[in-house]
């Protein structure tokens, strides 16, 4: 298992990264579609700087997955009902929700792959969460070509199984501002 994963941006780029988990192994993945920064703000497309962020647990598609995938992490199955809660002032900022819920949200359950396989990271989760600083910073599938994320991390779907498999608890995924 791994304790730490680095992840950069491509030379030259906003929204494309490298995901380092060793030295022989590093995938292409997506970041937000401004960069990435050091004062993340919830809506700015950026994906946080100089943050370590921990895997918390993560959802998958059972209807499209079929079997959860191999994880040392609790892997819940997403379903029709869940959300996440993204308007700052809300007491669920920054948390899964049951829908319908009146707040802005996202819905989990999506029409596109990018939530299929998705892994929670622990950005701005409560008890030491601030409003409008970001919420639902996840580590998911990318859409094909990489198009940049609202502030994500994006893999290809086989790639995002490959870290998965690895990460634990005890990972800590560390975002450099540096290309």
């Known amino acids: ?16 990264g490298l995901l380092h988990l060793d030295e022989n192994r590093v995938f292409r993945c997506a970041l937000g579609r401004t960069g990435t920064t050091v004062f993340k ?24 997955l079929g079997m959860p995938p191999a994880s040392p992490l609790d892997l819940r199955a997403i379903g029709p009902r869940d959300g996440w809660c993204d308007a ?14 009146s707040a802005s949200h996202e819905t989990m359950m999506r029409d596109d792959v990018l939530y299929d396989l998705c892994i929670v990271l622990d950005w701005n989760m409560p008890p030491m969460r601030s409003r409008n600083r970001g919420s639902a910073i996840f580590l998911h599938a ?6 940049p994320t609202q502030g994500c991390i994006a893999l290809s779907l086989p790639d995002l199984r490959k870290v998965v498999a690895v990460l634990t ?11």
């Open 1 to 16: 298992m791994f304790e730490h994963i680095s992840v950069r941006r491509k030379p030259g780029t906003l929204g494309e």
């Open 41 to 64: 703000r919830e809506g700015d497309g950026a994906t946080p700087a100089h943050a370590v962020m921990r895997p918390l647990w993560g959802y998958w598609r059972a209807d499209r």
């Open 88 to 101: 700052s002032a809300h007491p669920a900022y920054n948390t899964p929700v049951t829908l319908p819920i």
């Open 142 to 147: 990318a859409k094909p070509g990489y198009p």
């Open 169 to 179: 608890p005890d990972t800590r995924i560390s975002v450099l501002r540096q290309a």
